[in-house]
Antibody
């Protein structure tokens, strides 16, 4: 069974950099063309952050361009998300999600990241 | 890119049918037949229940059905069951390799 557990720091200071990883288990990351990152702020809906393909090609959500970087490590079968200059508005549960066509068919449980001093 | 608009909450009694709307624009919902619906129990991984407007992923109950008219997509849950109590989100492809999600709907089974 394929699983995509996310992991993160839990707490990040304002103006710092948020780093979250997503480890793909039970399958090869390279069998899927695209992966997305999505977040859910407390009490709010889901927000698409961007997507990355197995070769590192990316498309980022326009509001986050300049602050977000997504990468893939094939040797570790792992995806990474970095978000710089964070504020309280970046407090959220961060998910990775696998693409299937124009849909997201497999998600992790998410990892909560709080931005606070 | 604005979030797709969903009602904050919908409720129904066991056995009833409920419908959740997902309103977008001609640049997302209305422009592509790539609307997905997810069921999300907080603290767990979201589960895809409908894709490409009205298709069922393997293993998903046909009590869930999707449709679209213009810029609005809809999810209908028939024969409502207690385990259907969850948050539901729509999403749509929005062109240029981007996606947009809905504001989410909390379904309560009375």
């Amino acid at each position: 069974q394929v699983q995509v557990p996310e992991s993160g720091p839990g707490l990040v200071e304002p103006s710092g950099t948020l780093s979250v990883t997503c480890g793909v288990s039970g399958d090869s990351l390279t069998r899927t063309n695209w992966w997305s990152w999505v977040r859910q702020s407390p009490g709010k809906g889901l927000e698409w952050l961007g997507q990355i393909d197995q070769d590192g090609g990316t498309n980022y959500s326009p509001p986050l361009r300049g602050r977000v970087t997504m990468s893939v490590d094939k040797s570790k079968n792992q995806l990474s998300l970095k978000l710089t200059s964070v504020t309280a508005a970046d407090t959220a549960v961060y998910f990775c999600a696998r693409h299937s066509g124009f849909s997201h068919d497999l998600w992790g449980q998410g990892t909560m990241v709080t931005v606070s001093s | 890119q604005s979030a797709l608009t969903q009602p904050a909450s919908v409720s129904g009694s066991p056995g009833q049918s409920i419908t959740i709307s997902c309103s977008g624009t001609s640049s997302d919902v209305g422009g592509y037949n790539h609307v997905t619906w997810f069921q999300h129990h907080p603290g767990k991984a979201p589960t895809r229940i409908i894709y490409d407007v009205n298709k069922w992923p393997s293993g998903v109950s046909n009590r869930f059905s999707g449709s679209k008219s213009g810029n609005t997509a809809s999810l209908t849950i028939s024969g409502l069951q207690t385990e259907d109590e969850a948050d539901y989100y729509c999403s749509s492809y929005a062109g240029r390799s981007t996606y947009v999600f809905g504001t989410g709907t909390k379904v309560t089974v009375l």
